[in-house]
């Protein structure tokens, strides 16, 4: 029953060592975000994908990309971690981009990732 | 610019009894969504409830309810009934209807919620 499935829950890479996050959904929605949450702070985002269109938040930094290869998949690339990385990614879901109540964005367990 | 601020960082109930959890926000939108996640320890932010802004009756899901008070720019969530499995972090977020921020959810910082037995 899982709708937005993330992998792996927990990832350890190295310093510098490029780290790849994966997402995918099965509610066929349009819309697909990535969020950094780090420890007992609230969820960032970091850039959405309005089916192919990419949006990239104004502050979030180049060592951070994205790749939507289709409608179920969605991948975080983090070009060479460093030791600020470490944090719970958190991929999320909604059907539109627009406000309603019908339309809240449904998220995945999330990776934490930590950074040696 | 949006934001949102939840001024309890942790928050206890006895089980059974009602918690309010406290959120207020400030937008230039006039017309904006209000809705409150719930992130156990595990991680999974799962979405409670929501609030539009023209909405002219309170939200309610079950044991969750949202107390909205435009004017005063509030949007508590009150958990009746609280159970052991409610503890959890739980944050509240906005999202304006307008310009560029229509898809972006504003978080504020979260209450942490412990249900005692």
């Known amino acids: 029953d899982a709708m937005v499935i993330q992998n792996p829950r927990y990832q350890v890479t190295q310093f510098g060592k490029p780290v790849t996050l994966s997402c995918s959904q099965t509610?066929?929605?349009?819309?697909m975000y990535w969020y950094q949450q780090k420890s007992s702070q609230a969820p960032k985002l970091l850039f959405h994908?309005?089916?192919?269109?990419?949006?990239n938040e104004a502050d979030t930094p180049d060592n951070f990309q994205s790749r939507r290869p289709n409608t179920s998949f969605c991948f975080l690339d983090i070009r060479s971690p460093g030791l600020g990385d470490a944090a719970m990614y958190l991929c999320?879901?909604?059907?539109?981009?627009?406000?309603?109540?019908?339309?809240?964005?449904?998220f995945g367990p999330g990776t934490r990732l930590t950074v040696l | 610019a949006q934001k949102i601020t939840q001024t309890q960082p942790g928050m206890f109930v006895q089980e059974k009894e009602a918690v309010t959890l406290d959120c207020t926000y400030d937008?230039?939108?006039?017309?904006?969504?209000l809705f409150w996640y719930k992130q156990p320890s595990s991680g999974e932010m799962i979405f409670l409830i929501y609030?539009?802004?023209?909405?002219?009756q309170n939200a309610t899901e079950g044991r969750y309810s949202l107390n909205f008070q435009k004017a005063r720019k509030s949007a508590n969530l009150v958990i009746s009934a609280s159970q052991l499995g409610d503890s959890a972090m739980y944050f509240c977020a906005m999202r304006g209807n307008s310009g560029g921020s229509n898809y972006k959810l504003t978080f504020g910082k979260g209450t942490l919620l412990t249900v005692n037995p």
């Open positions: 994908y309005y089916d192919k269109d990419f949006n």
């Open positions: 609030q539009g802004s023209y909405d002219q």
């Open positions: 937008t230039s939108d006039p017309s904006y969504g």
């Open positions: 509610l066929n929605h349009n819309v």
């Open positions: 999320a879901t909604s059907r539109e981009r627009l406000a309603g109540g019908d339309n809240e964005q449904f």
